[in-house]
DNA sequence: TATTTTGTTCAATCTTGACTGAACGAACTG
DNA sequence: CAGTTCGTTCAGTCAAGATTGAACAAAATA
């Protein structure tokens, strides 16, 4: 490795995606993951998910767990092969926002059930918590709506087939 | 400190902000000063939250910092006083969905900027790196319905003049 | 002017979570 | 059955950020 050297576009698009991942509170790995899978589909085999991003053998197994978890990509078993394999999921991006608003309404009956106990709290208290309260109720209502948006393909291409049929990646 | 203590309801719920501000990606102390300042208002000065809350003052600095360029609280000058004091803003939480949507609009650019750089990908490959800034624009699109919500103080009580006269911290 | 108060900054420490690599069991191969 | 491949798990390491507390400068006080 040279000093000066600048990787090639596929890498750093592969790497911007696990620093956007890694701002969003996930881990960088995820997103390097998502970056491949998104260049170019699929499906990989778990021992080429290793190599081709240098990440050991057990980040690959932690980290397509969680992206499997989250709807992202999608465990595949090939005809004549032993290793697991992985491919971008149909609809990869809607249990993210789920969770998201899940978050947000988990918080708000976090904060309603603490705020019943409160006592000594004069109006202008009871208020203020109940604007928190509708705050994480708005963002709850934001993102579902968002999960709207991404059923209906807003602004996005049309739902087509999305699985593909091929083997190779591309 | 017992070890079967139960910590009273107020302080239930500021540590309950300190933990859903902190699973945001925010410092927990800056939760729970949030916390602090939705149950009472203020103003509070400098000593008053490092005691109240006991942390140090350095972190009160930095996290009184953190709320006000959010806009979650502001600086107050009290006359006859050389300590600051600092009370919850009138409209606390705009900016805060303001910075999601900006980091949102970000990572779409992000994306697509480093998509023009990009090549030997096939058009299924640009469809689906189209479809992740998508993503992203959706992200954006939703936090700013959710700004206009936070405005008309959709579900939540009318703006009224939220900013306390009285001085006292109820 | 000397002292105190106040808020900021920064080096050091602590905490948390990511990542690795070795150990392991299961499944396959020969 | 012995050896290999495969994915998971877990103890250990590492990195990033939060938090503290002391040092500091500015402003107020006496």
Redesign the pocket.
């Given at each position: 490795m040279s000093s000066d050297m600048t990787q090639d576009a596929e890498t750093d698009f592969i790497e911007g995606m696990?620093l956007i991942l890694?701002s969003d509170?996930?881990?960088?790995?995820?997103?390097?993951l998502m970056g491949l899978f998104v260049l170019h589909g699929g499906p990989f085999?778990?021992?080429d998910l290793a190599d081709r991003?240098?990440?050991?053998?057990?980040?690959?197994?932690?980290?397509?767990?969680l992206l499997e978890d989250l709807g992202v990509i999608e465990?595949v078993a090939m005809k004549?092969?032993?290793?697991?394999?992985f491919r971008l999921a149909a609809d990869p991006y809607a249990e993210i926002v789920e969770r998201k608003r899940v978050r947000s309404i988990r918080a708000q009956e976090s904060i309603r059930r603490n705020a019943e106990t409160l006592d000594n709290i004069g109006p202008n208290g009871l208020k203020r918590v109940d604007e928190l309260a509708n705050f994480f109720g708005v963002l709850a209502t934001a993102t579902e709506r968002a999960l709207d948006d991404l059923r209906d393909g807003d602004g996005a291409l049309p739902r087509t087939n999305r699985a593909d049929t091929s083997m190779a990646a591309e």
């Open positions: 696990g890694q509170g996930m881990p960088r790995i995820a997103g390097r085999s778990f021992t991003l240098a990440i050991s053998r057990g980040s690959v197994s932690t980290n397509t767990r465990r004549g092969e032993r290793q697991d394999f």
